[in-house]
């Protein structure tokens, strides 16, 4: 099983205030599978990725990505996974601004510590494979939007993660980037890549084999096509 | 993260806000600017100071009531008496004593003709006093045994004098007036220059018995000598020392009323003085360069703050804290760097341009230039320690999130 969770529980505090974004949340993910989570705003999906993806540690409960239990890991070792094991795609893209669509790409390389001999061609390689080989010198400001997303899809995924967590990529494009974009991702999980993907919209949903939808922190249903 | 990639990303964000990275950088750059300037200066001041010594004349000692660098009670250099030319011929039979020259001094003017130099430096002496003193002659001669027994009115000029009174004429054989009594001049002296601004070409020097009989007896007399050969500085020193305070019935366990002077006291003394200031500057400059150190870390700051999404995103797709850190901490350094190496540029161009225009004679060391570099850098360090810290520790999620 590559992940694994267990009656995970998320609370902010807030001043005195406690903020329960998740609760008892038990699901397992499969290699290879193609998920997406659903839910009204505020419902803890932002929240549920951020902590499949190592960004954040659960409350409470457990989290075991590929057997390894991760609520107990310090900051170091947790970079190491999402640097080894993550790749994100977030909606407003995240690029780093001051460098080109290369740099940004071949920037996990570097902190994956990949030696220099093949890191050049590695990025031109992933670059291609989001078909944005004439575009690889441009700085974001100079991509459009969908140009932009598959900029990010190529630096998720040049450390061949496990996962490829996306959290609402589609939601600042147009519908036919938008697309686009998902048919990027259905390639990437034919090619046999575990995808995670946050959505509002159903028809975006309905691209993934399983829909988990959450509703105030709960898991209301997990539905596999 | 590797090192070229660190510096690479810290160029490229400084370089993106260049104003910004430049008025930061300006405290530094004043303060590591100063430093070299002004101890380029110093160093200079002293190097020229070490070679004016020199055309004093080396290992001269020079006996006289009073010490050149005065500093303690005036009251008893008061009461002290006179040294006397007996006194003089005594510490010239030391067996210790080489060369001895007593000689006493006034001020006169000088005139030939309708020129006159007033106040000027009169020295009576004899023959040794030109080896001991320093002082050749590059037309005429010196005043010889002869002039000093038969009480001549020889007189050699300083080439100052010179000058000002034969500014064509050759003055050998001229008549000058020393205070109203008419000398003969027998030679001119080979100048000199300055020593701490005053010029030491300004002189005439006569027979010793000559200046008593012409301007009266009354004078303490300064004694120069020089080692015998083959002698040490301070045995000598003692042996004069012990002679003197006999005659002159100094109570045993009192303190001498008569000062040796010798050239490298007045240096050390001169270097104590120069070596405070030296000091007192550093503090300054380092203060300086505080203030400019913590203007960096308020900069450093603001960006830490400003590029939170940025630590995110790259914390995100992997970064360590360390890997964040050093990046900010690379950025603080290159600035103070920076801002260290343009202003020992500055510094360096201050000091030879003060060397062109003034007297002042500045010279750029590699001690300045080392330690304001390394005064720049350590700021760099301890005031980018911190942000840097800041940055590294940021939670990735809670960076991700900030607007
Ligand atoms: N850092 C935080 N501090 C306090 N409360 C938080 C924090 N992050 C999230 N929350 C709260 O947790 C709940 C879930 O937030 P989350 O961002 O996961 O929602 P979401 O489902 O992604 O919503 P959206 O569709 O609008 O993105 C919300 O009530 C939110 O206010
Ligand atoms: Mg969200």
Redesign the pocket.
Same mark, same amino acid.
Not at chain 1, 39 to 48: E, Q
């Given at each position: 099983m590559l992940i694994e969770l267990d009656g995970l529980f998320k609370t902010?505090e =807030?001043g005195t205030q406690k =903020?329960p974004?998740l609760k008892n949340i038990t699901i397992d993910v499969k290699e290879t599978e193609y998920l997406a989570i659903m %839910?009204? &705003?505020? &419902? %803890?999906? &932002?929240?549920?990725m951020n902590i499949i993806g190592c960004l954040d540690i659960p409350t409470e409960g457990s989290y075991r990505l590929k057997g390894r239990e991760v609520g107990t890991l310090d900051d170091d070792e947790l970079a190491e996974i999402r640097s080894a094991e993550i790749g994100f795609v977030f909606q407003t893209f995240n690029l780093l601004p001051r460098m080109t669509a290369f740099q940004n790409v071949e920037l996990p390389l570097i902190y994956g510590r990949a030696s220099r001999k093949g890191r050049s061609d590695r990025v031109w390689e992933t670059i291609d494979a989001v078909g944005l080989k004439e575009r690889a010198h441009h700085r974001p400001s100079e991509l459009s939007g969908g140009q932009r997303q598959r900029v990010a899809i190529a630096r998720a995924l040049i450390n061949r993660p496990s996962i490829i967590l996306a959290d609402?990529p589609t939601g600042n494009l147009d519908s036919t980037t938008g697309e686009e974009i998902m048919q990027i991702f259905r390639q990437l999980n034919n090619a046999g890549n575990t995808i995670i993907l946050?959505t509002?919209e159903q028809y975006i949903a309905e691209h993934a084999r399983r829909i988990v939808k959450?509703l105030d %922190?709960e898991v209301a249903s997990d539905t596999t096509a | 993260m590797e090192f070229r990639e660190t510096l690479l990303t810290s160029l490229r964000t400084l370089s993106s806000h260049k104003m910004r990275s430049l008025l930061t950088m300006l405290g530094i750059v004043i303060g590591a600017g100063a430093l070299v300037a002004v101890m380029s200066l110093i160093a200079g001041l002293n190097q020229s100071v070490a070679a004016q010594f020199q055309s004093i004349g080396t290992d001269i000692i020079s006996v006289s009531r009073y010490p050149w660098v005065q500093m303690g009670d005036s009251d008893e250099f008061r009461r002290r008496k006179n040294i006397t030319i007996a006194d003089a011929e005594a510490v010239g039979r030391l067996p210790s004593v080489g060369l001895m020259a007593p000689n006493i001094h006034t001020r006169r003017n000088i005139s030939y003709g309708g020129e006159t130099v007033r106040f000027t430096l009169v020295t009576g002496s004899t023959p040794e006093y030109e080896t001991i003193d320093n002082y050749l002659v590059e037309n005429g001669r010196f005043i010889t045994r002869i002039d000093v027994e038969r009480h001549r009115a020889s007189a050699v000029l300083g080439s100052e004098i010179a000058e000002e009174l034969f500014p064509v004429r050759d003055p050998i054989g001229r008549k000058v007036k020393v205070g109203g009594k008419q000398f003969t001049v027998i030679g001119v002296m080979k100048e000199k220059g300055d020593i701490l601004g005053e010029s030491l070409d300004a002189l005439v020097i006569i027979p010793i018995s000559t200046f008593e009989k012409a301007f009266g007896s009354r004078r303490s007399v300064v004694i120069d000598c020089s080692p015998e050969e083959g002698v040490s500085m301070s045995r000598t020193i003692e042996e004069i020392r012990q002679i003197l305070r006999i005659r002159r019935k100094v109570p045993r366990g009192d303190p001498d009323n008569f000062a040796i002077n010798t050239q490298s006291d007045l240096l050390s003394s001169y270097n104590q003085i120069t070596g405070v200031l030296y000091m007192a500057m550093v503090g300054i400059v380092g203060l300086a360069l505080l203030v400019g150190g913590i203007g960096v870390m308020n900069v450093m700051l603001v960006s830490v703050a400003e590029r939170t999404r940025e630590i995110g995103v790259r914390k995100a797709i992997g970064a360590r804290r360390a890997d964040v850190t050093k990046q900010f901490l690379v950025e603080a350094i290159i600035l103070t760097g920076l801002g260290g190496a343009i202003g020992i540029l500055g510094g360096a161009a201050l000091a030879l341009l003060v060397r062109k225009v003034t007297p002042l004679p500045a010279a750029v060391t590699p001690t300045a230039v080392a330690i304001a570099a390394a005064f720049a850098l350590i700021a760099g360090v301890l005031f980018g320690v911190y942000p840097a810290t800041r940055a590294g520790r940021l939670n990735p999620?809670?960076a991700l999130?900030y607007e």
């Open positions: 902010y =807030v =903020v974004a %839910g009204p &705003s505020g &419902s %803890g999906k &932002s929240t549920l609402e946050v509002h959450l %922190g | 999620m809670e999130r």
